[in-house]
């Protein structure tokens, strides 16, 4: 591994890796590892879709789904390399491009990397890669030395037959890339695993130590031009007028155009330079209905859906409403989760490259197919014109599933043919014009029977439908059952964690103008709030223990999950003196978890969260050291939204503008996370995203436990904790 | 045109005075190491060490720095070494994403020659850059780990 410190040489190189690795394979691959060998296409064998295998025995694994710091790309090579055999320490990866994969019947099949599927639904496919892949280089070996193939065995990138002769993979890589694949794939029995499951470290660690790894906001092409963008400060709005005339001689600038309609872009010689003109161009927009919509309207609007009669049902068993009116006791609440950003950290960007012949995009997508096909669009090119080169990205959570900004650099880069433009979004920008998580309310209403016990419950969710802004073509007759995550009785992605009697989980959909996108964790976040909240205030009622309560009337496996978190805390056991222990559980993205917040508050009402333990039951664990890491993460992630996070706007323009008035969690806050993960086979749940659902919600059920203030109202910085204030 | 010097080399740099030393690294000069996270001194991903003290770069303008030692995330190993810093961070695997770690590293890296042995608390001094995957749980183990090694 060297080091690049030599100043000079830096920029030269780069721009010889991306134009010359893009030249020489045919556009087909920007590989992580740098720099990357153009000649290697070559010499290369590609035993299948999956699997490429070098004469030195170096092995390449493809990855159709996206790298975002989530370890995707180190858990699917686990996968593909526990069926192929091969040596771990020879892996490496790359990513097909999403033209190739048009190209080639879509091979390597999904691209879309959210909903934390990438283990979840691409496991079967690339263990059969890899099994298929072995089967040949086997096959390989029995020809060459004329024997049975039942003779010869696999492992350790060595096929060896029984009297003791060996050939390696990188032998036999040819040989066996120009045979049959095989029909019949038989997969390993998980008892015989011997890289599912292990806490191996990441593939991608070290060029993000020296600065090398390469973001698409570091891309470099002969040529270049920098553009930034500005969008009508008001969703929906337009742009009248700008005065290009004014900007136009400043330093650097090159073009100022408009894309759209709706969005002025300066494109200069450097960043700055056209970050600066923009800042100084005179524009006028017609911002249209939504500019005179206020926060107080937002919260109207939302407030008006949790009494509507008209409302899409997710949820429904029995007769809760019945069962409410009969109860000993009724308990009522009503919660209300505001709209956040990603704001990841690497803002928004993508290079184009337009010809009327050809379009090459360099970004970093979630989507890889998405993008394409937003690029396609934009540049009113034919798909086998174009194509997509994906990037490290600086973060993703959601935001870069949306190829609004993919859109943008291509319309930039088709105003100017054969120049290579790469479009940088502001920090101000990606605040102001972000998919937010969706901004809802919730009402909930429960029944007690005499002795405490459960006999109805209806949860009205009112308010913002993700699938409406984002995809309107998939709402199923008009309900988008996203809105239900966690809260429906059945399916893949969770099935409701309660048996009630008598239920009811309905939305009444209410869409404010802000574009909602899905955000970590999604909607799994505030129905967990919802959910978990209420659940701990019935408990109250009922005069029962916020866990016993909820273990009557669990399911099995979430009351493992919760079980396994409790016991690690020690729920129940003395803490220290002004400690709370809350609790919270829920099933997402085909996982069960659970987490258990210890908190304090001082006199003066300041939270402190000590620490939260966590368990997590993804069916099958893959990397239980990156699991870790995603429970940890998501964690700051989800608080730092429970502290802080909040997008309001006045005259329908995003007050936020930065991490200045958006704040973020840093070090200081970061609670201690002990993480269970309680992995009970048998399926295929995901990690990225599930665990994230119970951070806020067990602080808040702690913050009760402190002070006696129900919080209901996110975030918390709205609130004040202070006793007796 | 001012000349700068950078992880011990001379290097001229063409750019309007007044561009942030962020821009010149990551545009003029083509070291995209060091990243752009906010612009406004809030995040930390452009930190930069000039005469060896931790600095956030898109705050410092071109003409402010000529003849000062500025170090950046491309020179704090020696040659293929990695530092303690990024050497712990390898055996903890700190990076998710990684786009803030070249900061978090710089932060760091200062951090541990002012102290050798810092505290929890001094960490969470001297750490207040922002990272978005929420590696802040490994970034203290490994500051600890590197502090030890
Ligand atoms: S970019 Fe300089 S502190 Fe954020
Ligand atoms: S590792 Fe992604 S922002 Fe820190």
């Excluded at chain 1, 979630?366 to 090119?381: I, S, T």
């Excluded at chain 1, 439908?465 to 073509?473: E, G, K, V």
């Excluded at chain 2, 992880?7 to 752009?36: C, E, F, H, I």
Aim: proline share 5%.
């Amino acid at each position: 591994m060297t080091i690049q410190t030599t100043l000079g040489s830096t920029p030269l190189n780069r721009r010889n890796f991306l134009v010359g690795t893009a030249a020489a394979t045919g556009g087909f691959s920007l590989a992580f590892s740098f720099p990357y060998a153009p000649a290697m296409a070559a010499e290369v064998q590609e035993i299948n879709a999956w699997v490429v295998i070098k004469p030195d025995d170096t092995v390449v694994i493809r990855i159709a789904r996206s790298e975002m710091g989530q370890g995707t790309l180190t858990g699917l090579a686990q996968m593909v390399v526990e069926e192929l055999e091969c040596d771990w320490k020879k892996v490496t990866t790359e990513y097909p491009t999403p033209g190739e994969n048009v190209k080639r019947g879509r091979v390597w099949k999904n691209f879309s990397t959210g909903g934390s599927r990438g283990i979840r639904e691409s496991n079967q496919y690339v263990r059969e890669g890899g099994a298929a892949a072995r089967l040949m280089l086997v096959a390989a070996a029995a020809a060459e030395w004329n024997v049975p193939v039942a003779e010869c065995t696999a492992a350790n990138s060595v096929v060896t037959h029984s009297s003791g002769k060996t050939l390696t993979y990188g032998h036999l890589a040819s040989a066996a890339a120009k045979l049959e694949p095989p029909k019949e794939i038989p997969l390993k029995d998980p008892k015989d695993w011997k890289l599912i499951g292990k806490p191996i470290h990441r593939l991608d660690t070290m060029d993000k130590l020296t600065g090398k790894q390469m973001y698409g906001i570091d891309v470099k092409l002969p040529g270049m031009l920098t553009a930034t963008v500005k969008a009508c400060p008001v969703n929906g709005g337009k742009l009248k007028s700008f005065d290009a005339a004014k900007v136009e001689k400043m330093p650097g600038v090159k073009k100022v155009v408009s894309i759209d309609g709706n969005a002025v872009v300066v494109v200069a010689d450097t960043y700055w330079n056209a970050r600066t003109a923009l800042a100084a161009l005179p524009i006028e927009w017609d911002v249209g209905k939504s500019g005179s919509v206020q926060q107080s309207d937002v919260t109207a609007m939302l407030k008006d859906g949790l009494g509507a009669t008209e409302a899409y049902i997710g949820n429904k068993v029995g007769d809760a409403a019945g069962a409410i009116a009969g109860a000993a006791k009724k308990v009522e609440a009503t919660y209300a989760y505001p709209w956040q950003n990603h704001a990841p950290m690497e803002p928004l960007n993508a290079a184009a490259l337009y010809t009327p012949d050809k379009l090459e995009v360099w970004c970093g997508t979630q989507n890889g197919e998405a993008a394409l096909a937003a690029a396609a669009e934009a540049a009113e090119l034919p798909v086998a014109k174009c194509d997509v080169y994906k990037m490290m990205l600086g973060g993703g959570f959601g935001r870069r599933g949306r190829a609004d900004y993919v859109r943008q650099a291509v319309l930039v880069a088709k105003q100017m043919p054969g120049v290579p433009i790469k479009l940088i979004w502001s920090r101000e920008e990606d605040m102001q014009h972000g998919s937010y998580h969706p901004t809802t309310m919730c009402k909930l209403t429960g029944g007690l029977d005499k002795d405490g016990n459960l006999v109805g419950l209806h949860m009205r969710i009112s308010g913002q439908s993700i699938l409406a802004s984002l995809a309107p073509q998939s709402l199923q007759n008009g309900m988008d059952p996203a809105t239900f995550q966690g809260m429906l009785p059945s399916g893949p992605e969770g099935t409701y964690s309660y048996n009630v009697p008598n239920l009811l989980i309905d939305h009444a959909m209410r869409n404010p103008h802000l574009t909602a996108g899905f955000w970590r964790g999604v909607n799994l976040n505030q129905n967990t709030v919802y959910m978990e909240s209420f659940m701990d205030e019935l408990a109250e009622a009922a005069g029962k223990d916020p866990l016993e309560f909820r273990m009557k009337l669990m399911k099995p496996k979430n009351a493992a999950a919760l079980k396994a978190a409790c016991d690690r805390a020690g729920y129940g056991k003395p803490l220290p003196e002004g400690h709370f222990h809350g609790i919270a559980q829920v099933m997402g993205f085909g996982s069960y978890v659970a987490g258990v917040a210890e908190v304090s508050v001082s006199k003066d009402g300041v939270l402190k969260i000590h620490k939260i333990t966590a368990a997590t039951d993804p069916g099958y664990a893959v990397n239980p050291w990156l699991i870790e890491r995603q429970v940890a993460g998501s964690f700051v992630y989800g608080l730092s939204a429970a502290l802080y996070g909040e997008i309001t706007v006045k005259d329908g323009v995003v007050e936020q503008t930065n991490f200045d008035s958006y704040n973020v969690m840093r070090m200081d806050e970061m609670p201690e996370v002990d993480t269970v993960v309680a992995a009970s086979g048998g399926f295929w749940g995901g990690v990225g995203e599930p665990t994230i659902a119970v951070a806020a919600a067990s602080v808040l059920n702690g913050i009760y436990k402190a002070t006696g203030k129900r919080v209901r109202e996110l975030p918390l910085m709205n609130n004040e904790l202070k006793k007796g204030a | 045109m001012p000349v700068l010097n950078i992880n011990g080399q001379s290097v001229d740099a063409k750019a309007d005075p007044r561009t942030p030393l962020l821009w010149v690294l990551r545009d003029t000069l083509g070291m995209t190491g060091t990243k752009y996270g906010c612009g406004i001194a809030q995040c930390g991903a452009c930190t930069v060490h000039i005469d060896g003290v931790p600095t956030r770069s898109c705050q410092v303008p071109l003409n402010s720095v000529g003849g000062r030692k500025i170090t950046t995330i491309e020179g704090i190993a020696d040659g293929d070494k990695l530092n303690k810093i990024q050497q712990a961070w390898l055996e903890l695997d700190v990076p998710q994403c990684g786009y803030c770690q070249s900061g978090m590293i710089m932060a760091a890296t200062a951090l541990l020659a002012a102290k050798p042995n810092p505290t929890d608390a001094d960490i969470d001094a001297a750490m207040t850059n922002i990272c978005r995957c929420g590696t802040y749980k490994q970034i203290r183990e490994a500051i600890h780990a590197a502090a030890k090694a």
